[in-house]
C-alpha cells in the first residue's frame, strides 16, 4: 500500500510538472530587453554603485519603487519602503596613492580595507619578504624600528613556507604597529562593506603596480563612519484563490557603492540582475493571476550583513508563517553551468521538484544542491521556520566584489531558460500546495 501510495504522488508530481513546462513554454513572458535596461540603469555612475556615496542606494530604491507603482501593485507601507538605519564605513572623498610622482588608479590598482579609517601622509614603504622574516638579526632590526608613520609591505608571503610562521602572523595582526599593511601582489582586487572602522590600514595593490625600489609614498583617505537611513522595497500582487498564503520573491538592490571619487562598482551581476529578474517576475505576475499572493521584497544593507533581511524579519509587514515559500535571487547574469540551490539538502521534496521542472523543460545543464549557508537575504527567514531557497546562477563570468562587474561584460546567456525554470516551479509549487 505504501509503495502504491508513493507511486501517486510520483506520478501526480510529474503530471503538474509537465502541465506547467507545457504551459509555460507559451505564457512565460520574460522581457530581455527589459531586464537589460533595468541593469545598464542600476549600473549607471547616476547610481553611485548603490551604496553610501551620493545618495546611490536611495537612487536605486526610487527607481524601484517607480516600477513597482507603473506595474499598480499592492503596498503594505507608505509609498513601497519599510525604513531602517544602521552605521556604515563611507568614503565620499578622495582616496588617493602616488608613489613616485604617479598617481595609481583607485578600483584598478589599489584598493584600501572597506573598514579604513581616515588619514592622510607622506609614509615609508618597508619591504618585508621570507629572507628578512626568517633572518633574526634582520627581523629584531625591525622590531626595534618606529614604524608610526611606515607601511609595511608584506611581499608574497601569503602561502610561503616559513621558518619563523609566528612573525608572519605577527605582522599580519600588525603588533609591530605600524600604520599599515600593504600586500603588493594580488592578482585580484575585491572590495566590501564595513559597518566600523578597523584598527589599522590594510592597502591591497595589483600585482606588478609596486616595485620593491619604492620606499615612499604619498596616501589619502577621506572616510566617515556614519548612521545611514535607507529602506527595504516590497510591494505585493494579490492572489486569485490562497489569500491568505504568500510565494515571496527576494533580491538585494545594494552593493558595494564607491571608494572615494573615482572608483565605482557598478554590481551588475551582484546583484542588479537578480533585481532585474524579480521586476520581470513582476509583469509576468501582473499579466498571469497567481493563485497565491505574491510578493516582492529588495532588501538594502545585504552587502553590509544581510542588515535589511534581518531588519524585516525582526518587523515583518505580514506574519511570517504566511510565507509558503521563499526564493531569494542573487547572481542572475550567467548560468551557462547551471543553477545552485541553496537550502535543498534542508528542503529536499521542493529541491527534487524543481530538479524534475528542470530536466522536462530541459532549461539548465545542472541544479545543483548545496546545503544551509549563511550567504544571502534567505538566511535569517529560515532561522524563523521559512522555507526558503537562495538560487544562483553559475557561469564563466569572474567579475565580483570589483570595478569590473559592469553591465556592458555581462552576458545574461541564460537568463531566459533560468526565469523559465523559476517561474514555471513556482506556478507548480502554488497550484499543488
Not at 545552485?340 to 530538479?355: H, R
Not at 531558460?417 to 506556478?427: H, R, Y
Request: glycine share 6%; net charge neutral; proline share 4%.
Amino acid at each position: 500500500m505504501q509503495a502504491l501510495l508513493y507511486f501517486m504522488q510520483q506520478y501526480y508530481r510529474l503530471y503538474f510538472v509537465l502541465v506547467f513546462v507545457c504551459l509555460g513554454s507559451l505564457g512565460n513572458a520574460q522581457d530581455i530587453d527589459y531586464v537589460r535596461t533595468v541593469i545598464r540603469d542600476l549600473c549607471s555612475p547616476e547610481m553611485a554603485g548603490r551604496g553610501y556615496v551620493n545618495n546611490g542606494d536611495k537612487k536605486a530604491a526610487e527607481y524601484i519603487k517607480e516600477e513597482l507603482k507603473k506595474a499598480k501593485l499592492k503596498s503594505f507601507t507608505p509609498e513601497y519602503f519599510q525604513p531602517l538605519a544602521f552605521q556604515v564605513n563611507a568614503f565620499s572623498g578622495e582616496v588617493s596613492f602616488i608613489v613616485d610622482n604617479q598617481a595609481l588608479v583607485p578600483g584598478e590598482h589599489f584598493l584600501v580595507n572597506a573598514g579604513c579609517p581616515p588619514f592622510s601622509g607622506t609614509f615609508n614603504l618597508i619591504w618585508v619578504d621570507s629572507a628578512m622574516i626568517d633572518n633574526t638579526s634582520s627581523y629584531q632590526s625591525l622590531e626595534k624600528k618606529f614604524l608610526r608613520n611606515t607601511f609595511l609591505v608584506l611581499n608574497q608571503l601569503k602561502g610561503k613556507k616559513l621558518l619563523h610562521e609566528e612573525r608572519f602572523v605577527q605582522l599580519e595582526k600588525n603588533m609591530l604597529k605600524a600604520k599599515g599593511l600593504i600586500y603588493p601582489a594580488e592578482k585580484k582586487l575585491l572590495w566590501s562593506v564595513s559597518t566600523d572602522w578597523d584598527p589599522f590600514v590594510i592597502i591591497h595593490i595589483k600585482e606588478g603596480i609596486l616595485k620593491p625600489h619604492q620606499t615612499s609614498a604619498r596616501i589619502t583617505v577621506e572616510s566617515q563612519l556614519k548612521g545611514h537611513n535607507t529602506q527595504n522595497v516590497l510591494g505585493y500582487i494579490e492572489g486569485s484563490k490562497y489569500k491568505d498564503s504568500f510565494v515571496v520573491f527576494t533580491a538585494h538592490y545594494d552593493h558595494l557603492g564607491m571608494m572615494g571619487k573615482e572608483a565605482i562598482f557598478p554590481g551588475a551581476n551582484d546583484n542588479a540582475s537578480g533585481v532585474a529578474m524579480l521586476l520581470d517576475l513582476v509583469k509576468y505576475y501582473s499579466k498571469n493571476k497567481p493563485q497565491y499572493n505574491v510578493a516582492f521584497i529588495f532588501f538594502a544593507g545585504e552587502e553590509a550583513g544581510l542588515i535589511g533581511s534581518y531588519y524585516y524579519t525582526e518587523k515583518p509587514e505580514f506574519p511570517l508563517s504566511k510565507i509558503s515559500l521563499l526564493l531569494n535571487l542573487d547572481l542572475m547574469g550567467t548560468g551557462d553551468k547551471g543553477l545552485t540551490a541553496v537550502n535543498a539538502s534542508v528542503f529536499p521534496s521542493e529541491f527534487e521538484d524543481l530538479q524534475l521542472t528542470n530536466n522536462m523543460g530541459e532549461y539548465l545543464p545542472v541544479i545543483q544542491s548545496r546545503g544551509k549557508a549563511q550567504n544571502s537575504d534567505h538566511y535569517y527567514f529560515t532561522e524563523k521556520g521559512v522555507k526558503a531557497f537562495f538560487f544562483y546562477l553559475m557561469g564563466d563570468y569572474h567579475f565580483y566584489h570589483d570595478v569590473d562587474d559592469r553591465y556592458e561584460v555581462l552576458p545574461l546567456s541564460k537568463y531566459n531558460e533560468a526565469f523559465k525554470l523559476i517561474s514555471d516551479f513556482t506556478n507548480d509549487y502554488m497550484t499543488r500546495k
